[in-house]
């Protein structure tokens, strides 16, 4: 099976680009970042802090994580509900990267993404992927931006689902997920030493696509 890797920090445009470049290769597209999200989820749900490590890593025999391709379209389960939609809450988000420091969390999803990688011709994105999850990947693209144009495309993104955050919200609380998400001690988020960096600051959707196909292509 062809495997790519995308990691990269939040707002890098991981999602967009893996899922635009995907469809155009004709590979499925996985969003490894979900599955934390769905964790974290279950945390917020249960009332449990997701940065105590003690607690998150009990209550894992409760959950079952489990992604669907419905159409090719990602959906992510949590002990049989779809959360597809509630993982995107902000709230979601924090969560997810305080449960993705927790080592025994980062075990309980890593056969599932291997499994994935193993059954399927894949772009997976997140921020191991190359580093970890699948060493062995055919290409590996870190792919990042400044941290205001990230912070700036996310908060359209909210802003057109109705939310009211400000952009100086969204701004500190990327800058404490890149922090936390860099200096986690297990599986941190850094570029694989034979990846290509990618910065798309500046550029626009399709040239971002463009540039990633491209790189796929010329390492095939
Ligand atoms: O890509 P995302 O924003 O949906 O990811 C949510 C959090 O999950 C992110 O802050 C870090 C964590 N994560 C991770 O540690 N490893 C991955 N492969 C994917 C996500």
Redesign the pocket.
């Known amino acids: 099976m062809i495997n790519v890797a995308i990691?990269g920090p939040?707002?890098a445009g991981?999602?967009t680009v893996a899922r635009a470049a995907a469809k155009e290769l004709g590979y499925i597209y996985v969003?490894?970042?979900?599955?934390?999200?769905a964790v974290?989820v279950y945390g917020l749900r249960h009332g449990i802090p997701t940065d105590n490590g003690e607690k998150i890593s009990a209550i894992l025999p409760e959950i079952k994580v489990e992604l669907n391709f419905i159409d090719g379209v990602q959906h992510v389960f949590l002990n049989g509900d779809d959360v597809s939609e509630e993982?995107r809450l902000p709230e979601a988000?924090?969560a997810?990267?305080n449960?993705?420091?927790i080592p025994l969390v980062?075990a309980f999803?890593f056969d599932l993404?291997r499994e994935i990688a193993a059954k399927n011709n894949c772009i997976?994105?997140?921020?191991?992927?190359g580093t970890v999850?699948l060493p062995d990947a055919k290409v590996k693209i870190f792919l990042t931006a400044d941290d205001e144009e990230r912070a700036m495309r996310r908060y359209k993104e909210l802003k057109e689902k109705g939310s009211n955050v400000s952009f100086q919200e969204v701004l500190d609380d990327l800058r404490v997920?890149d922090y936390?998400?860099s200096h986690?001690e297990i599986?941190p988020?850094k570029p694989a030493e034979d990846s290509v960096t990618v910065n798309t600051t500046g550029m626009n959707l399709e040239e971002s696509v463009e540039k990633i196909v491209s790189i796929i292509k010329e390492k095939m």
Do not use: E, F, H, P
């Open positions: 990691d939040a707002g991981k999602s969003d490894t970042g979900a599955l934390y999200r974290g993982i988000s924090m997810a990267s449960v993705s420091a980062r999803l993404q997976m994105d997140g921020r191991d992927i999850v997920r936390n998400d986690r599986a988020l």
